[in-house]
């Protein structure tokens, strides 16, 4: 059996109603919906071997150059269907069933190519499309399932009975009916005059097109005449509509045989849809279909009886602890002075209520800190718990949130519910929370919660692809642990100098705002975006910036770019004023953040990004400007405790630009690196045509600002932009840029192609980032994900090998018994606390295990600095 996938898609999309079919992320999904539904009966009534769905790339195909109108009338996909077809690859992948597309080929040459192929193997084939051009696949052995206009439930069979009976020729000869009468939905328009009745008259009266045209002399009137005229348009026609049956494709019959579902994958996918009821209908048909299951997990119910809890302590906790040998479920939460724990494997769960401090929990703490496996949902919180309690753990064998952050970083799940949902197909007891006080039984224990937790890590780790596993064990999870030490840690802050740059701040704001209020000769709010519209476009007369809903930008790109190009002292003072509030504020949240202990305890987010990389947050220590004098002075804030010397920071030299060098391969970005030279003054003499000690500040200014921006799909408008240079000078620096380092350009370019053929960008240690909207009908969404798409490797690269250095320092220094520790990390940099007589050792370390964490085709150079603080430990 194979599919139109389009077509399809689009006629179940029109068939059910939009606004019935809409997820809590606003995606639509009823064509989605529609064509599983219609995917399910297929397989039920029908039954295939072997099975795929065929889809169209793009609009362009090797017919659009023959004939660009080639189905140009058709409008604008609409709002609602876009996002819907990458959705549909996705659960059609989940359950087992192969995707086809190719470059330049319509899903119909698919069809023709596998319908030809199945045939002569000896396969009844049957072909299911909505586009009448698949009529002239059939034949003896090949039959195609047409959809009504009703929608996609009903199917009418086409054999070539059935289309000798409504068209009256044989299938081959339908596509010259269709040459002659022309095909609107294509927009190819036929030769006037000769509709349906007509053609299907001249097909059996000549035999064929080709004599129809050869005898077009022997047909006489008015309609003969217009024959004559336009015979080019049949012919023109006839080619296109013809479908190719020989595409080189990347599967053979034998991939596309049927095996049974995973449904574990089958239930991750529907959740992500939120398709309840046909989630039970695949099951049944499963459990109903002729292909035995892969396993007897396969064939089990869907929602296997949770367990119910024991309360366990003492001797019967230490015996049922001592009887586990797999990963247990553990889920802690704090309840007044009281840790309330779960415990449970696949069978069994068991609950307690921590009092902390008690000895006679004992076998617990003993086993926490045991190298027992355990499995956590967000485990740093309970972690910190712990420590917060004396108590170590150690055997973290999963953590489940982070495992699905892995398999899924454009969208992780928040909540374990959700996680739940999307993996297992189950609903966790959350109760009403209308309800102040929930009824017993409606909202999950703690034993419960680690009964899902443990089977959704399961479920979850069965989606690993590829090198993810990897990324996942020997990456993420063993940083875990390393950073909630770091968090624990914090970073020790002098709040004196705190308090004055807030106070200094606040006095150079309020000066900027009057300097400002005298400038316009009124005080106004400049931080309403309405008040500025009005004195910048209207009082002022200024040029206007560009359009939003509101009238027109105040934001400050719009603003700086304002100034450089029609400068205004009112302009001016409010950048500055703007600035200097900015800094205010940083210096505001970093006051509220400090704790009682002196010190600042940043939430490291390991899966705040899509890309891999670590984020800050409460406070954001990633956002402390470095380039501005105001800036460097905040840094001067963060400082040792007492026992400590000294800080030391530490990190990656043009980190981006070394990972750059090592995937594109190229010759003279290697040669720079390898021998040490200034990167962008070597680049720079390259492109300028001269020695690197003639390129000038403002030769590097653009090469480094080029350099870095290809990376991120920067484009030569943008570069034009950001330079202040005109855009033919853009283009031509870019292209001597590319003419010289072209491994470069030919890396870029095949990184958004092989991401568009796998759906998903990798990093050098395998970690992948989906990218569903490289394949989106809506260019906007495309385009912006083709830009992410090309650093992402790059960017993801970067954070991977910064975390395994941090994990193997982290394990050296508590190895070597140095007091000395880690305490941040913030982009490319590491920031330590150094014990007195500890310097040699601990640079040695971190030296060593930044520079040797990837084995890359340049060297990874890491610069040291040390000082009282974080602006003069700087290098």
Do not use: C
């Not at 574990?264 to 109903?288: M, N």
Request: glycine share 8%.
């Amino acid at each position: 059996m194979i599919i139109d996938g389009h077509s399809l898609a689009f006629r179940a999309f029109y068939a059910l109603p939009v606004d019935s079919f809409q997820i809590q992320s606003g995606q639509h999904t009823n064509a989605i919906h529609g064509f599983i539904a219609m995917l399910i009966n297929l397989l039920n009534n029908e039954k295939p071997d072997a099975l795929a769905v065929a889809f169209d790339i793009s609009r362009h195909s090797f017919r659009t150059e023959e004939y660009p109108e080639y189905k140009g009338t058709r409008g604008e996909t609409p709002p609602e269907f876009k996002g819907q077809i990458p959705l549909l690859q996705e659960t059609l992948h989940a359950m087992g069933i192969t995707t086809i597309e190719k470059e330049n080929y319509e899903a119909d040459d698919i069809l023709a190519t596998l319908s030809l192929r199945g045939a002569e193997a000896g396969y009844r084939v049957l072909v299911v499309s909505g586009d009448r051009d698949t009529i002239q696949l059939v034949d003896d052995r090949v039959t195609l399932l047409y959809p009504s206009k009703q929608g996609v439930s009903e199917l009418t069979r086409y054999d070539a009975e059935k289309v000798m009976e409504r068209y009256g020729v044989r299938p081959e000869q339908y596509p010259e009916i269709a040459a002659l009468v022309g095909e609107t939905s294509d927009n190819l328009p036929g030769v006037p005059r000769v509709g349906e009745k007509t053609a299907v008259k001249w097909i059996n009266q000549f035999g064929s097109l080709e004599e129809i045209l050869r005898r077009q002399d022997e047909i006489g009137g008015k309609v003969g005449e217009s024959l004559r005229e336009n015979a080019h348009l049949a012919e023109r026609n006839r080619r296109l509509n013809h479908l190719v049956r020989d595409v080189e494709l990347d599967v053979e019959l034998a991939d596309l045989t049927r095996e049974a579902m995973d449904m574990t994958a089958v239930a991750e996918a529907f959740a992500k849809l939120e398709f309840r009821t046909l989630l039970q209908r695949v099951g049944k048909l499963e459990g109903h279909d002729s292909v035995a299951p892969a396993s007897a997990e396969a064939a089990a119910p869907l929602t296997p009886t949770a367990p119910v809890a024991k309360l366990l302590l003492d001797e019967e906790l230490e015996q049922w602890l001592g009887q586990q040998n797999g990963p247990v479920g553990v889920r802690l939460e704090a309840v007044a002075d009281e840790l309330s724990v779960g415990l449970a494997t696949v069978t069994e769960s068991v609950e307690l209520s921590w009092k902390l401090g008690s000895s006679d929990y004992a076998p617990l703490v003993a086993w926490l800190g045991s190298d027992a496996p355990k499995v956590f949902w967000d485990a740093k919180p309970q972690l910190h718990l712990l420590a917060e309690a004396g108590v170590p753990v150690a055997g973290i064998a999963g953590d489940a949130l982070l495992a699905a952050w892995t398999v899924r970083p454009n969208a992780p799940e928040k909540t374990l519910a959700e996680a739940v949902f999307r993996y297992l197909g189950e609903q966790v007891p959350e109760g009403d929370p209308n309800q102040l006080v929930p009824e017993e039984g409606s909202v999950a224990g703690p034993g419960l919660l680690a009964w899902y937790t443990l089977r959704a890590h399961e479920s979850i780790r069965g989606r690993f692809a590829g090198h993810t596993a990897a990324v996942y064990d020997e990456i993420e999870l063993p940083l875990l642990p390393v950073l909630a030490a770091l968090e624990g840690r914090g970073v020790a802050m002098d709040a004196e100098m705190l308090t004055s740059l807030n106070a200094e701040l606040g006095e150079r704001a309020a000066g900027l705002a009057k300097t400002a209020y005298e400038l316009i000769g009124r005080e106004v709010n400049l931080g309403s975006p309405k008040q500025l519209q009005e004195v910048l476009f209207e009082e002022l007369g200024m040029p206007k910036t560009r359009a939003t809903k509101t009238g027109y930008s105040t934001d400050a790109a719009s603003l700086a770019d304002l100034q450089a190009k029609s400068p205004h002292p009112f302009l001016g003072t409010l950048l500055s004023h703007r600035d200097a509030t900015k800094l205010r504020q940083i210096v505001e949240g970093l006051e509220k953040a400090v704790a009682d202990d002196g010190r600042i305890h940043t939430t490291l987010m390991q899966i705040g990004t899509s890309t891999g990389r670590i984020s800050s947050t409460e406070p954001n220590l990633q956002n402390i400007p470095v380039r501005t004098e105001e800036g460097r002075r905040i840094r001067e804030a963060f400082t040792h405790a007492a026992e400590f010397e000294t800080l030391m920071t530490a990190d990656y030299s043009q980190i981006e630009m070394r990972i750059m060098a090592h995937l594109s391969g190229d010759a003279g970005l290697i040669e720079a690196f390898q021998g040490g030279e200034d990167l962008h003054r070597f680049v720079g003499s390259r492109i300028f045509g001269v020695t690197p000690a003639e390129v000038t500040n403002e030769m590097r200014a653009k090469v480094k600002a080029m350099s870095y921006g290809l990376a991120y799909g920067l484009s030569a408008f943008g570069l034009s932009k950001q330079l202040g240079i005109s855009a033919a000078e853009a283009k031509q620096l870019m292209t001597d840029y590319f003419d010289r380092f072209g491994g470069v350009r030919d890396y870029l370019r095949s990184v958004v192609e092989q991401a568009k053929a796998d759906g998903y960008t990798e990093t050098i240690y395998g970690r992948r980032r989906p990218f569903p909207d490289l394949a989106s009908p809506n260019r906007v969404l495309r385009e912006n994900a083709e830009r992410a798409a090309l650093n992402a490797p790059i960017q993801g690269s970067a954070a991977d090998i910064i975390k395994r250095a941090m994990i193997v320092i982290e394990r050296e220094i508590a190895a070597a018994g140095l007091k000395s520790r880690m305490l941040l990390q913030i982009h490319d940099e590491l920031m330590f606390e150094v014990a007195p007589g500890e310097w040699d050792a601990l640079e040695a370390i971190v030296l060593d295990r930044m520079s040797s964490a990837a084995e890359l085709s340049v060297p990874l150079e890491v610069h040291v600095g040390r000082g009282e603080n974080w602006n003069s430990a700087a290098h």
